[in-house]
């Protein structure tokens, strides 16, 4: 599993993502810091939850974007992660060329 933390536009907000092997879907979840982990409206947004429920990093992302604001740079470091990540399963050795 890969996971990734971007700063969020509020500051009260942690947003983690990235890509579950066993899932085969990506996830993202936003979450209220100022919360307690018991609170409703904790979870802010989040996906990724089900069997194969996103496979397209783009989509992942056009969900994230009210709660981020990444630059360009970080946007295309973040495609290209993902795109790696997507193309990971049980039998490839990531340290393999």
Request: contains cysteine; proline residues 5%; charged residues 30%.
């Amino acid at each position: 599993m890969s996971q990734y933390h971007l700063k969020a536009k509020d500051p009260i907000h942690t947003v983690m993502f990235g890509w579950d092997p066993p899932m085969n879907t990506f996830f993202a979840h936003v979450i209220d810091t100022e919360k307690d982990e018991d609170d409703e409206g904790r979870d802010v947004y989040w996906v990724g939850c089900h069997y194969q429920e996103i496979h397209d990093a783009d989509v992942l992302l056009k969900g994230l974007a009210p709660y981020i604001d990444p630059t360009r740079e970080e946007l295309h470091q973040l495609e290209f992660a993902l795109s790696v990540d997507a193309n990971w399963n049980d039998e490839t050795d990531r340290f393999d060329k």
